[in-house]
């Protein structure tokens, strides 16, 4: 079965930074991947959105790119701020023509420092 | 556009009691999940409704778990009898498309935190 690995549980980083998460998977070829904030206390919120056949994304200060040959996707914050603090979920999508929900990953959990 | 509701927020039982969530998706949502949060894991899908069947059950303890979705708006899940094991938070979400392969964003509400002590 697939296995989605968040390998960083908590990352420190000084404000003004830029913040990398890695999400890696194995044993599955998804037809794309999102990424999520959570808030404690709260549910996740949607971030964005990769596709297969994408390589980068972009959405203000956030990048996320996605390489299907290394089975990883990397999520960047630049210029990360105090209120980015919160842990962040990829979430696997299912292979092309396939109809298999959503499998996250453990989330990281960012705190950035003043 | 108001969110995904969830009530309650907080609920403690007793091991061997019942307990229910009820969940309100956004409006025109043809899809509703329930996921299972334990402190310090990512959501695991429980199930999955399209209008008003389920689309993916398969990590549903149905032994002791059930849910339903009426009329394809609302939805309950219910847990009978409640183990220890089952404290986690229950997070309810839904999105436009019929399924997680139409690339679809989901909208998650703020989650049930259930003590079962």
């Known amino acids: 079965s697939q296995k989605i690995e968040q390998n960083s549980e908590a990352l420190n980083i000084q404000e003004g930074k830029t913040a990398t998460l890695t999400c890696n998977y194995t044993?599955?070829?998804?037809?794309?991947l999102q990424w999520y904030r959570q808030d404690p206390g709260r549910g996740p919120v949607f971030l964005l959105l990769?596709?297969?056949?994408?390589k980068e994304k972009r959405k203000e200060r956030l990048k996320v790119t996605f390489d299907t040959t290394l089975k990883q996707s990397l999520f960047h914050i630049t210029a990360s701020q105090p209120a980015d603090s919160a842990t962040y979920l990829c979430?696997?999508?299912?292979?092309?023509?396939?109809?298999?929900?959503?499998?996250f990953g453990k989330g990281t959990r960012l705190s950035v420092i003043a | 556009e108001a969110g995904v509701a969830q009530s309650p927020r907080y609920k403690i039982i007793e091991k061997r009691q019942s307990v229910a969530f009820w969940c309100n998706p956004i409006s025109g949502h043809a899809t509703l999940y329930w996921y299972q949060q334990i402190l310090g894991q990512g959501p695991k899908l429980l199930i999955q409704f399209q209008n008003n069947g389920v689309v993916d059950d398969s990590q549903l303890p149905k032994d002791r778990f059930s849910a339903e979705r009426l009329k394809g708006v609302d939805s309950t899940l219910k847990i009978q009898p409640a183990k220890l094991e089952d404290s986690a938070v229950y997070l309810c979400a839904s999105s436009l498309g019929a399924h997680a392969s139409s690339y679809n964003e989901q909208f998650f509400g703020p989650g049930t935190r259930l003590t079962v002590l």
């Open positions: 990769i596709r297969e056949n994408e």
């Open positions: 044993n599955y070829s998804p037809a794309y």
């Open positions: 979430a696997l999508g299912p292979p092309k023509a396939g109809n298999t929900p959503l499998v």
